[in-house]
């Protein structure tokens, strides 16, 4: 079955049609590694990982390789704390009186951390910026032996009209700035704004740095997704991904950097995910409304029930993150698990070929192929509930699509968690509420109505936790 993604390169739905048969090559970017993922940032995270388990579940061999960013990434607009190009790593070790990889390392098992929570699968590598700067200063003495770079003031900047095809990711035209001035590094020496840093020589004080011919310096952040996708899956890569916000500047250098060097196409599908929003704004922390998994889980909803309010909509439209809607997915979770348990309980083995099951398995992959259009998965489930295919015919499809939705739906059900009334339910969650807002009295107060109710309740280091004694 031919499987359909959303191309922002061609701005349409394209067959995907890979290098090698049976093969697939992608590329995610990953995380600056200088404050706490959220759960916009998880959200772009999870495309990836739907991307990949589609292409698995159509049996392709996929190699994925995310990078960590733990140098070179300058502040653009998006924080109070980094200042206009001052890299982010080192402004936030210099904040919290750190080394810089102190930093890099507090955030990166952070990172890794969140994404085990969302069951997000690993990637088989995880470049780190600062380990393959020998890999990128190659990179950039082609770029500048091909005419491509050029020095200056102690720099050296991707020359962006010798490259023809640059614009044509993003639309940005040379000459057009602006739309795009606010998003491009501003800096007095280049010769045209839209050039781009990929290296600059260092002041004797800066704590990082490498050698380099053009002296003891740091590379710039987009050369780096361009060095590390291609040492790792070569100068042709199958899939890009990457959120919304990085199609500009950063992936349409990233395609002159590298079909400069190879003057070979670059990533053949590019995909974007949309932002998440909150109180319908860019989660960011200079907006003030960030949010991270554990005030999630302070309220009562898992990391994977906004897994599930992920799969609810469709990657390319914006989503905006309310309270009720991550409550209503926790419930629904809840749910999906009570099912499951159900129908596992059920001994009736089903008899082959079952035509309803066959049809529900193939409609489940259609969407999937088809653009990972998972919102129209989950009311499918829904409806497969209600239909009167054998219990364990359902459970044997929920199952296998979980492989896809990653809900970890076998887990629960083989260990089925108490149910909650929703009465002990919300005293949980106000509960929690008051103790995010260190309100003790009232936290003990509905620590003791739990009680009463069979609800023992215990402060575990990030969230609360509870056990039914009846
Ligand atoms: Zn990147």
Not at 80 to 107: F, H, N, R, S, W
Not at 246 to 270: D, K
Not at 398 to 408: A, H, K, Y
């Amino acid at each position: 079955m031919d499987i359909v993604f959303y191309n922002t390169l061609t701005r349409s739905k394209e067959k995907f049609e890979p290098l090698a048969p049976g093969q697939a090559k992608m590329y995610a970017c990953g995380p600056t590694v200088y404050r706490h993922v959220h759960i916009g940032n998880l959200r772009t995270w999870l495309l990836s990982d739907l991307v990949r388990r589609v292409l698995e579940y159509n049996d392709y061999r996929v190699t994925e390789v995310m990078n960590i960013t733990d140098m070179g990434h300058m502040a653009e607009d998006d924080s109070l704390t980094v200042a206009p190009g001052e890299d982010k790593v080192l402004a936030a070790a210099a904040a919290e009186q750190k080394t810089p990889k102190e930093i890099a390392d507090y955030y990166t098992a952070d990172f890794f951390d969140a994404l085990t929570a969302m069951n997000i699968r690993p990637a088989h590598h995880y470049p780190k910026a600062t380990d393959h700067i020998p890999q990128m200063l190659a990179l950039i003495e082609t770029l500048e032996s091909k005419g491509l770079a050029y020095e200056k003031s102690g720099a050296v900047f991707f020359d962006v009209s010798k490259f023809p095809g640059y614009g044509k990711l993003s639309g940005h035209a040379l000459g057009d700035l602006k739309a795009g001035i606010h998003r491009v590094e501003i800096d007095e020496t280049k010769d045209d704004p839209n050039d781009f840093l990929l290296w600059r020589t260092a002041h004797e004080h800066r704590l990082v740095k490498w050698d380099s011919k053009w002296g003891p310096g740091f590379p710039g952040w987009h050369i780096e997704c361009s060095a590390m996708s291609m040492h790792y899956l070569g100068p042709q890569l199958d899939l890009h991904i990457g959120g919304e916000d990085l199609v500009f500047p950063h992936h349409e250098g990233e395609i002159a950097q590298s079909e400069g060097a190879t003057g070979q196409p670059f990533a053949r599908y590019w995909m974007h995910g949309a932002h998440l929003l909150a109180e319908g704004r860019k989660m960011s922390r200079s907006v003030g409304n960030v949010i991270r998994l554990t005030h999630l889980q302070e309220r009562g909803i898992e990391p994977l029930a906004f897994r599930l309010h992920c799969l609810g909509l469709y990657y390319r439209g914006h989503m905006n993150i309310t309270w009720d809607a991550l409550k209503a997915a926790q419930a629904s979770l809840e749910r999906l698990r009570r099912y499951l348990a159900e129908w596992n309980a059920d001994q009736v083995t089903v008899e082959m070929p079952n035509r309803h099951l066959l049809d529900y398995r193939a409609r489940f992959h259609q969407l999937i192929n088809d653009d990972l259009s998972f919102p129209q998965v989950i009311p499918m489930i829904w409806e497969m509930a209600k239909n009167d295919l054998p219990p364990a015919a359902k459970a044997l499809l929920l199952l296998e699509w979980d492989s896809v939705l990653g809900l970890r739906l076998a887990e629960a059900a083989a260990a089925p968690a108490p149910e909650l009334t929703p009465e002990q339910r919300s005293l949980l969650d106000r509960r929690a509420a008051a103790r995010a807002a260190k309100d003790w009295a009232e936290s003990d107060r509905l620590r003791d109505d739990l009680a009463a109710l069979g609800i023992i309740v215990q402060d575990g280091r990030e969230k609360q936790e509870w056990t039914k004694t009846k």
